[in-house]
């Protein structure tokens, strides 16, 4: 027996032994390339359901990596539950749906770059995804190059159904002023008239608390001052320890690990002591409330989703929903999270996408005017495609209308405190398809 | 008798490779022209930082700055003047990104080594904030979307770009940026670089005003990057900040090690190998593709430190 392992005779072709000849290094890439051609020959799992079927192609990019990689792994939980069901279903019109996944790093060059090849290289029949707002944008006039429906899961810019909207780009969940329509009137009626607005210093942050400037002041309320606070800033203690003066409420704007920060600083500061607290519902997102603690106690949100079976989320269709959703979320991060609004909206957006395509009798891209007179004005009808509520997509700029759930966070959970019908938050159109 | 066969060795070699590229758009399917397009424009970005890090001996992190400012200078020409002009585009994005590498150049050539390429870094930030903030101007995180301009001569033709011309537009700027940079890097001027590259004091001791060729040498490199910013908008007619986020400034000095400093080519076949790696591993590996671009990248700086132009050179040479 050899005294090293290297030196046994069964290990001489696995053991560098110090000559690499041009043998061993086309012997070792040949194996390799078999390997990975051997994980490419295994069929898909609907291959065996739908026989000769030919699937749907549907793109979806993602950030599965860099600064939005979380959140984007989150997002695509709610596509692939939503394709799984389909095609356990029988599919749609007979044919499975075949997820082309696509990371694009968070960088919108990549994006743009993804985009293209889901487009040209994959052939996909029509796109469902997007997590930042940037890179969807970017990629918007790629999805109208080529004649590709494209419905958004989770990126809220306004814009990108008001001064950027396009023909083929569809928004199956709501937008900032959406949800000011409908969270103003409680915040002056029940909160109090005058408020302060900290917002997340960037397009998102700026064009909310306009949103929210405007309808507060519709609703009777009067906003007396504003505080931009740059885009991850670890330390927001010298901007909130400006903020002071006579009035009732003080409203955030902030989402991710900003909204840890300014949930634990505007706490420590005695600013959530002193005036109501209330904000959008991204600052305690179910991700965020373990690390928020007993700080966010007694913060007033809206939001479109919240993960609690009270009512009106007592439903079978939302237990279903939110019991696949936990289950699958545990897989990818073990401490396990309840689904957030990027899972339901995923979800929720590709179920809109099956709708259309069933409505409108869509084979493929040739079709895609038929799928875009199909999803405008489209109206989704709760139940499992839809365990959020109803919901209208509105024809003229291609942007639903949804229940918003106006909550307050009490021991650590959701607790949902009134509910605000669809019809409740519309807000006028402002877009011109070109 | 050598120095003229090298020389039209080095002519027969540039054709082959222009001939190539210039085929490249009729033979390749679309999305992989399309490629091949933005690899030259990252191309002309690398060869841009190369006379700062390959001829002067100066790192800089702040070149995503002056792509971006070249990127944020064509934008606007864009989308305040009707119709849209590609040569008022080139001409303003060359103005912001020069404008830009002026200002950078008067404060940071004041300071060598870590503390140049630091204060190179920190300008980038603050532009990319700037930037990033004052939305109602850059469109803020969102940035800015645009029409392409059409390729125009004036009072004689104007035709919009299909892939294949744009491709030739951008080989055309690309190739005049190198035979020009070359020739600089060749001239006495380029020869004062790269001493200053091999021993500042000296060739201070010398006479030569060593802070002035510091700060021509890196004007004109910001410049050549605008020019690489402003092919990058009319080619995705959009601008992002996050193209003058430092993180790109990292990558151009990962595509000037990959290919070989100091070479003007070897930052070009950089870019194109970096790009090509990526795409390729991340079609099969998808979110986890950087760890094989990691681990080659690693082994290239281990077992090829001149980068893969030199490694050629040096095989040639054998």
């Not at chain 1, 901007?239 to 600083?265: C, E, P, R, Y």
């Not at chain 1, 409505?359 to 005017?369: E, I, L």
């Not at chain 2, 070249?70 to 040569?87: H, Q, S």
Request: hydrophobic share 45%; proline share 5%; charged share 20%.
């Amino acid at each position: 027996m050899a005294e090293r392992w290297q030196d046994e005779e069964w290990a001489k072709d696995l053991w560098y032994s110090g000559k690499a000849t041009r043998r061993k290094f086309l012997g070792l890439g040949a194996a390799a390339a078999g390997a990975l051609g051997a994980t490419l020959l295994v069929p898909p799992p609907w291959r065996e359901a739908f026989g000769q079927a030919k699937p749907y192609k549907i793109g979806t990019l993602q950030p599965l990596s860099g600064a939005g990689a979380a959140g984007g792994k989150t997002a695509l939980v709610g596509t692939q539950m939503a394709v799984d069901r389909i095609n356990k279903a029988g599919g749609i019109n007979g044919r499975p749906i075949e997820l082309v996944i696509a990371d694009y790093e968070s960088k919108p060059d990549v994006g743009r770059r993804k985009a293209e090849k889901l487009a040209v290289e994959d052939k996909i029949d029509a796109h469902q995804g997007g997590f930042l707002s940037n890179v969807c944008l970017a990629c918007m006039p790629v999805f109208e190059e080529h004649k590709i429906v494209n419905m958004i899961g989770v990126c809220l810019d306004t814009t990108i159904t008001t001064s950027k909207c396009s023909r083929y780009t569809f928004r199956s969940f709501d937008y900032a002023p959406a949800q000011a329509v409908a969270f103003a009137p409680y915040l002056v009626g029940k909160m109090g008239k005058k408020w302060h607005i900290a917002f997340a210093d960037y397009a998102w942050g700026q064009s909310t608390r306009d949103a929210y400037a405007e309808q507060i002041k519709k609703a009777g309320g009067e906003v007396v001052g504003t505080t931009g606070i740059p885009l991850g800033t670890a330390d927001m203690t010298p901007f909130l320890s400006k903020i002071s003066g006579a009035f009732d409420g003080f409203f955030g704007i902030f989402f991710g690990k900003d909204g840890v920060t300014i949930g634990n600083q505007a706490f420590d500061l005695g600013l959530t002591k002193k005036y109501r607290w209330a904000g959008d519902g991204a600052i305690a997102e179910a991700t965020n409330l373990p690390a928020l603690g007993n700080k966010i106690e007694g913060f007033v949100g809206i939001n479109r989703y919240v993960p609690v079976l009270d009512p009106p989320l007592n439903t079978p269709h939302h237990k279903k929903f939110f019991d696949d959703a936990v289950a699958r979320l545990k897989q990818i991060d073990p401490s396990g999270p309840l689904p957030d609004r990027y899972v339901q909206a995923n979800f929720e957006a590709m179920n809109a996408l099956k709708v259309g395509i069933q409505k409108s009798g869509f084979q493929g891209r040739a079709d895609t005017p038929k799928l875009i007179a199909a999803l405008e004005g489209l109206e989704m009808k709760e139940g499992d495609d839809f365990p959020q509520g109803d919901k209208t997509l509105r024809k003229d700029d291609h942007q639903a209308f949804l229940r918003e759930f106006i909550f307050e966070i009490k021991d650590g959970k959701h607790r949902i405190v009134e509910v605000v019908p669809k019809e409740k938050t519309v807000f006028p159109p402002a877009c011109k398809f070109a | 008798m050598s120095a003229p066969r090298s020389s039209s060795g080095y002519w027969m070699g540039f054709a082959i490779v222009l001939a190539l590229l210039a085929a490249a758009p009729l033979v390749l399917p679309e999305f992989w022209r399309r490629f091949v397009t933005e690899i030259l424009i990252w191309g002309l970005l690398a060869m841009s930082s190369d006379i700062l890090i390959g001829y002067t001996g100066m790192i800089s992190f702040g070149h995503s700055a002056f792509f971006g400012l070249g990127m944020y200078g064509a934008a606007a020409a864009l989308l305040t003047v009707r119709p849209p002009n590609l040569w008022l585009a080139l001409l303003y994005g060359l103005i912001g990104a020069g404008v830009i590498a002026a200002f950078v150049a008067y404060f940071a050539t004041r300071l060598r080594d870590i503390y140049f390429a630091i204060t190179t870094l920190v300008f980038s930030q603050i532009f990319y904030v700037i930037i990033f903030t004052w939305t109602e101007v850059t469109g803020g995180e969102n940035g800015l979307t645009f029409r392409q301009p059409p390729f125009s001569v004036p009072a004689v033709l104007s035709v919009p770009f299909t892939p294949v011309t744009l491709h030739w537009f951008v080989l055309a700027v690309v190739a005049l940026s190198y035979l020009l940079l070359r020739r600089i890097t060749q001239s006495p001027f380029g020869m004062v670089l790269q001493s200053i590259r091999e021993n500042e004091p000296r060739t201070r001791a010398i006479g030569y005003h060593v802070e002035r060729y510091k700060i021509v040498a890196v004007m004109l490199s910001g410049l050549f990057a605008g020019l690489a910013g402003v092919l990058y908008a009319v080619q995705n007619k959009f601008a992002a900040p996050d193209f003058v986020f430092f993180l790109i400034s990292g990558e151009v000095v990962i595509f000037n090690v990959m290919g070989g400093m100091g070479t003007l080519v070897g930052p070009v076949a950089g870019a194109a190998f970096f790009l090509l790696l990526r795409e390729v591993f991340s079609r099969f590996f998808t979110e986890y593709y950087l760890i094989p671009v990691g681990v080659i990248f690693t082994l290239m700086v281990v077992f090829m430190p001149q980068g893969l132009l030199g490694f050629l050179r040096r095989r040639l040479n054998q």
